[in-house]
């Protein structure tokens, strides 16, 4: 699942190689969004529409976003460079990247140093996700997504370990955004790893893991819907035998009904066709980053946190 989402692309060891494998080192342009006039039945005329502007691909012109005419453009390169300095202080280090919309939208994956071992082969790895955009939005996000080896699955963490910045090509705040994006990693993943280790130390009997599952799939009304039930009972079912049930830290535990969740949304969750014409390949890559699939995990995430506390 890792894969589907980020391709194998060696072993990059800068920004420049990933763009690169991911077909997003491209320069991007800011161009006049043009309004078609009517002059006569067989003429017609173009001119600008106050206001706006269109940022496309100078290789392809694909469009990539309509923004404010005072829109900032930065290209990719530049709003994500200080992710070269992390990864020179061995912070962390690049894995690989996507992008969605003819590269609209792009997320580069990082491994960090940090783990948490259970037994041999059981173990969560702290990974990170960077994404920007010429969507309009102006910011670069940077969210903790650890992986779960066994399963290869990612907690999308929507909801805690996000950290949002703006676009800056300055060098000066480029390695204080650097150096100040380590510190918040490293308290990010020392929080998390010990929600891990605590969701690996409550035992659970099956009617408690039913019981979760309930809070994460819950019922509009007292009867439950069959389509409801069948998503509970598929989740019991990954739970008690699915690929991460028999790991020390899984078996009979709110860690291992978690995984299973992480299973569900990114293995079973169904993913709808955009009417906007975007390929099923970017659906799915956006649902399990940041959409459907992503929401989903977050939640059992919080419902987790919610037995803990």
């Known amino acids: 699942m890792m894969r589907e989402i980020f391709p194998n692309i060696g072993l990059p060891q800068t920004l420049d190689e990933v763009l690169k494998a991911i077909d997003c080192?491209?320069?991007a342009e800011q161009v006049p969004v043009l309004q078609q006039l009517k002059i006569t039945d067989t003429q017609v005329a173009y001119a600008p529409i106050p206001g706006y502007s269109l940022i496309q691909r100078k290789d392809t012109q694909a469009p990539l976003g309509v923004n404010s005419a005072r829109y900032g453009l930065s290209q990719y390169k530049d709003t994500l460079a200080f992710l070269n300095d992390?990864?020179?202080?061995?912070?962390?280090?690049?894995?690989?990247?996507?992008?969605?919309?003819?590269?609209?939208?792009?997320?580069?994956?990082?491994?960090?140093?940090?783990?948490?071992?259970?037994?041999?082969?059981?173990?969560?790895?702290?990974?990170?996700?960077?994404?920007?955009?010429?969507?309009?939005?102006?910011?670069?996000?940077?969210?903790f997504t650890p992986l779960h080896t066994k399963t290869q699955t990612l907690l999308t963490s929507l909801d805690f370990g996000v950290v949002k910045m703006r676009h800056t090509v300055k060098v000066k705040d480029r390695l204080a955004r650097a150096s100040g994006t380590v510190a918040k990693m490293?308290?990010?993943?020392?929080?998390?790893?010990?929600?891990?280790?605590?969701?690996?130390?409550?035992?659970?009997?099956?009617?408690d893991a039913k019981a979760y599952f309930a809070m994460i799939v819950p019922s509009d009304t007292e009867e439950v819907h069959p389509r409801t039930q069948n998503t509970r009972d598929k989740l019991y079912d990954l739970y008690k035998v699915g690929m991460a049930s028999n790991l020390p830290s899984c078996k009979d535990t709110l860690l291992g009904a978690f995984v299973a969740a992480l299973v569900?949304?990114?293995y079973y969750k169904s993913v709808r066709h955009s009417i906007v014409g975007r390929s099923e390949k970017d659906a799915m890559i956006e649902s399990r980053l940041t959409g459907t699939a992503?929401?989903?995990?977050?939640?059992?995430?919080?419902?987790?946190?919610?037995?803990?506390?």
């Open 25 to 27: 080192d491209f320069e």
């Open 86 to 143: 992390i990864v020179g202080s061995k912070e962390a280090e690049f894995v690989s990247g996507s992008s969605t919309d003819q590269g609209a939208r792009v997320y580069i994956a990082m491994k960090a140093p940090n783990s948490l071992v259970f037994a041999p082969g059981d173990e969560i790895q702290g990974y990170y996700t960077a994404s920007t955009s010429h969507d309009g939005s102006g910011s670069i996000q940077l969210t």
């Open 186 to 207: 490293n308290e990010v993943w020392t929080r998390h790893a010990d929600k891990f280790a605590k969701f690996s130390g409550l035992a659970m009997t099956d009617d």
């Open 264 to 266: 569900f949304g990114d």
């Open 294 to 309: 992503a929401r989903f995990k977050a939640d059992a995430y919080a419902a987790c946190l919610k037995l803990v506390w």
